[in-house]
């Protein structure tokens, strides 16, 4: 299986911005998946994910503003960012499960899968 992340850029705060994260290979459908980001100096956390059925989870530093969403007749995983803050600024990642999970996990160490990463920056 191989992601694919894009629409990362530059916004500025209050502004939004969709990534999307395209498969190859597999199974997409059976595939939990998640966003995770990293910051400059900091550890990878997660972001949001979003279950093989469609059941969706946030990190609570997002909910509210964040939306993860697939398509799996595109075999894409989408994030809308909404209400960015300079905060948000990071390297997003997505990453797919092959388990089925009735709850994405935030821990990075449950996924099989990595896209290569998109840069978001968010000016104040």
């Known amino acids: 299986v191989q992601l694919q992340a894009s629409g990362g850029g530059l916004v500025q705060a209050g502004g939004s911005l969709r990534l999307s994260c395209a498969a190859s290979?597999?199974?997409?459908?059976?595939?939990?998946m998640g966003w995770f980001r990293q910051a400059a100096g900091k550890e990878r956390e997660f972001v949001a994910g979003?279950?093989?059925?469609?059941?969706?989870n946030y990190a609570d530093s997002v909910k509210d503003r964040f939306t993860i969403s697939r398509d799996n007749t595109k075999r894409t995983v989408y994030l809308q960012m909404n209400s960015l803050k300079p905060e948000d600024t990071a390297v997003y990642y997505c990453?797919?499960?092959?388990?089925?999970?009735?709850?994405?996990?935030?821990?990075?160490?449950?996924?099989?899968?990595w896209g290569q990463g998109t840069l978001v920056t968010v000016s104040s």
């Open positions: 290979g597999g199974t997409f459908l059976n595939y939990g």
């Open positions: 990453a797919a499960d092959r388990f089925y999970r009735v709850t994405m996990s935030p821990d990075p160490g449950y996924y099989d899968y």
């Open positions: 979003i279950t093989w059925s469609g059941p969706t």
